[in-house]
């Protein structure tokens, strides 16, 4: 079982050009998640989603956006990439949260290091 | 508002000796709290979890944590390490209020194992 793959693993990239970041799950995963990880700041969450369909803000979505169109794909897009969004960018997944409940175990991707320059 | 404090950034320790990693939370909500473990250049693995049935928790590879509501605690042990056990570890408060999974990580402790 692959789990989470994520594409590209690396990318250098221009300031000012569009990028999408891939993201899929074979776990039949309801719900999934992009975070960045940035050197003593530990992860941050950027945008999740709960089911196919919907999507919605993390902790530091500005700059970013997603779309879910089906249950295995999450795919994260910068659309005009700045250097502050130099980061290694991991993706997640989980069954859906039950209202009330926290203790679903997260899985995460290898991650995708961007260099933005 | 949910908080995750990680005591030290960095841990070093002589193969076959204990590691303590130290981990302080706070939560407006009654958490899950869990640890993962991240290797070079690798994902993120989940260690162990605690979820209120146990206050003692055994996770994978030897480790286990206690959590310790009194002191707003959850330090991550183990007996005797190993050169394998050297990584990353991330100290992550999970609540759920507004009908998502919120994580909330800990800044990380590098464990580094010396021969």
């Known amino acids: 079982t692959a789990g989470i793959t994520q594409a590209p693993t690396s990318q250098i990239l221009a300031a000012g050009r569009s990028m999408t970041l891939r993201c899929t799950q074979d776990?039949?995963?309801?719900?999934m998640y992009w975070y960045r990880q940035d050197l003593g700041l530990g992860l941050r969450l950027i945008h999740y989603s709960n089911t196919a369909g919907t999507t919605g803000k993390g902790e530091v979505p500005d700059g970013y956006s997603v779309s879910r169109a089906n249950t295995d794909d999450f795919p994260l897009t910068l659309a005009s990439a700045v250097p502050s969004q130099t980061s290694v960018y991991f993706c997640a997944s989980s069954d859906a949260p039950i209202a009330g409940s926290s203790y679903n175990e997260q899985f995460f991707g290898p991650g995708t290091r961007l260099t933005v320059l | 508002a949910q908080s995750v404090t990680q005591l030290d950034s960095h841990v070093s320790v002589s193969e076959g000796t204990p590691v303590l990693l130290r981990c302080n939370y706070s939560?407006?909500?009654?958490?899950?709290l869990f640890w993962y473990v991240q290797h070079p250049n690798k994902g993120l693995q989940l260690l162990l979890k605690y979820t209120s049935a146990a206050t003692l928790v055994k996770g994978i590879n030897g480790f286990e944590a206690e959590f310790k509501k009194s002191e707003t605690s959850f330090h991550l042990t183990k007996p005797s390490a190993h050169m394998s056990d050297a990584a990353e570890y991330f100290c992550?408060?999970?609540?759920?209020?507004?009908?998502?999974?919120?994580?909330?990580f800990g800044t990380g402790t590098r464990l580094l194992v010396s021969p």
């Open positions: 776990m039949r995963h309801n719900a």
């Open positions: 939560s407006s909500y009654s958490p899950s």
């Open positions: 992550v408060v999970s609540v759920s209020p507004a009908g998502f999974q919120k994580l909330v």
